[in-house]
């Protein structure tokens, strides 16, 4: 089995609509997909109605959550979205991706960036309006050559000089929502130091006592030698080690499939989910 618990579409910042994303999924040769776009499951009615015969669909999200100074992501699936309190935190995140955007959009103007919020917005369509989507009008601007480039200090990382907060949760807030949901929690990329600071080990650790689930190993932006310090950790904390690929369809490099989780990690997911089941495609064959 060839299991890809970590990707994007349109509901949140990736350029595959959720239908293409699982059908390009199963094309991929992939016999699982998780569906985790930003704060949002407005995705996941259309990806289970189109996921091919062959393709089992995990529902989640990827939630944005802050430890200290640090922003970090935490993966839930398989939660219930009807239940209310996870739910209400969800919408408040989402409530300020607007205003948050069109502040990052003004810092950058102030900076000297011909950017605008109509550009901005045309870019993020009907999806989740983050980053990414600012990236990608400094791309068309020619100001960076990559939606990764624009990721420095110098423009849209933490901390950057067009950077704006959000509103995140406590990720030990996080792990209790979301377990009061029926779903399970794995820490995304966590040593992603390409992308800004990390939390330090311990505070891995003191995840794992509050109920973390897994932590994601295996992930483009970790070097060889993190991967293997993590599923190390994993095996001292008593965590499931993922892998995936963070698809984002054509706004990053990474492929789907480019990591994967092994079968018996994913059993174990689903054994421990009670607010969800995977959903078997019976939307027709891939295309």
């Known amino acids: 089995m060839r299991i890809d618990l970590h990707t ?5 910042d990736g350029t ?32 289970a109605a189109a996921a091919p015969e062959g393709l ?3 529902t989640g999200a990827e939630l944005s959550c802050r430890l200290g ?7 839930a699936y398989l939660f219930d979205p009807e239940e209310p309190e996870l739910a209400r935190e969800r919408e408040l995140v989402r409530d300020d991706r607007v205003p948050r955007a069109r502040a ?17 917005a045309r870019i993020a369509g009907d999806g989740s309006v983050g980053r990414p989507h600012i990236a990608e009008a400094l791309v068309e601007l020619g100001v960076v050559g990559s939606v990764s480039d624009a990721f ?5 990382a933490d901390g950057g000089r067009a950077y704006v907060d959000k509103h995140e949760l406590d990720p030990f807030e996080a792990i209790r929502l979301v377990k009061a949901a029926g779903g399970v929690t794995v820490f995304a990329h966590p040593l992603a130091v390409k992308r800004g ?14 109920g973390l689930d897994g932590i994601e190993a295996d992930h483009m932006d970790h070097t060889p030698e993190t991967r293997t310090r993590l599923h190390g950790l994993a095996a001292d904390l ?28 994913y059993g174990e997911i689903t054994r421990r989910a009670t607010g969800a089941f995977p959903v078997p495609g019976a939307g027709g064959p891939a295309r």
Not at 8 to 12: G, I, L, N, P, Y
Not at 23 to 42: C, F, S
Request: glycine share 8%; proline share 4%.
């Open 8 to 12: 994007h579409s349109t509901a949140s």
């Open 16 to 47: 595959d609509t959720p239908a293409e994303l699982v059908r390009n999924a199963a094309a991929a040769g992939l016999d699982v997909v998780a569906l985790t776009d930003h704060d949002t499951t407005r995705g996941h009615a259309e990806a």
């Open 56 to 58: 089992t669909l995990v």
């Open 69 to 75: 100074d640090t922003g970090l992501h935490m993966l």
């Open 104 to 120: 990052m959009t003004a810092k950058l103007q102030e900076l000297g960036v011909p950017v605008t919020w109509d550009q901005v």
């Open 152 to 156: 420095t200090a110098e423009w849209l």
């Open 197 to 210: 600071d990390v939390v330090p080990e311990d505070a891995i650790a003191e995840l794992a006592a509050a």
């Open 238 to 265: 008593g965590l499931l080690a993922t892998g995936s690929s963070d698809y984002h369809g054509s706004r990053k490099s990474c492929v789907l499939g480019e990591f994967t989780t092994d079968p018996e990690i």
